[in-house]
């Protein structure tokens, strides 16, 4: 998982407003806990956090934290990849919706004969995972993020590197306001959609 310390003015700028700087940190740190916890769930032997910062109490025992490295995002997803080995699924932390069974169908499907990486398209025009069955020092380099068409450009960069990609479901990511209320509508249960509602209060008040 690749993220950033839930630190206010520093995560999840573009909820403000109607978020405070400070409430948007506290939804950033939900959202970073559902997706730890979801990963931790899964059949996944080992949970790796790439983090630019600290962690806190959102992070859960026995998650193995290390540094993102400086650059580019290119460049620090390659350098969150030579902590994995052998087949390994790459989340971030705007999808805090994704369930540990989400993340087990991706791994089935990246240990499918003939495929050997997965990416999961975002509905903004990212992605929301890529998954590899080997690690490859290329599989970001060049591809320019946060556009309308990097999901489509990742895909385009695996391939050309020879790799068979699987498509996988569609996610939301949140990055607006509008985006968190969806996302804590379909996934109601989630320390994200609570927080969304006690935000939400705050603001009604």
């Given at each position: 998982m690749l993220?950033?310390?839930?630190?206010?003015?520093?995560?999840?700028?573009?909820?403000?407003?109607?978020?405070?700087?400070?409430?948007?940190?506290?939804?950033?740190?939900?959202?970073?806990?559902?997706?730890?916890?979801?990963?931790?769930?899964?059949?996944?032997d080992r949970v790796v956090l790439a983090l630019d910062g600290s962690p806190?109490?959102?992070?859960?025992?026995?998650?193995?934290?290390?540094?993102?490295?400086?650059g580019s995002l290119a460049r620090r997803l390659t350098t969150?990849?030579?902590?994995?080995?052998?087949?390994?699924?790459?989340?971030g932390?705007?999808?805090?919706?994704v369930t540990a069974a989400d993340l087990d169908a991706a791994m089935s499907s990246l240990a499918s004969p003939g495929v050997d990486?997965?990416?999961?398209?975002?509905?903004d025009g990212g992605w929301w995972t890529v998954g590899l069955r080997?690690?490859?020092?290329?599989?970001f380099l060049g591809v320019r993020t946060s556009r309308?068409?990097?999901?489509?450009?990742?895909?385009?960069r695996l391939a050309g590197i020879g790799l068979a990609v699987h498509l996988l479901g569609e996610q939301t990511d949140v990055d607006t306001w509008a985006d968190a209320e969806a996302v804590a509508a379909v996934a109601p249960?989630?320390?994200?959609?609570?927080?969304?509602?006690?935000?939400?209060?705050?603001?009604?008040?």
């Open positions: 993220a950033k310390e839930p630190v206010a003015g520093r995560v999840k700028t573009r909820l403000c407003p109607p978020c405070t700087p400070a409430t948007a940190a506290v939804l950033a740190a939900a959202a970073l806990a559902d997706t730890l916890a979801a990963a931790g769930s899964s059949g996944a806190g109490d959102w992070c859960p025992p026995g998650v193995t934290v290390v540094g993102q490295g400086t969150a990849w030579r902590h994995a080995s052998g087949p390994a699924l790459l989340v932390m705007d999808t805090p919706q990486a997965v990416l999961g398209p975002a509905t080997q690690r490859h020092p290329r599989a309308a068409d990097t999901g489509a450009r990742q895909a385009l249960t989630t320390g994200f959609a609570a927080a969304v509602r006690s935000v939400a209060g705050r603001l009604a008040a």
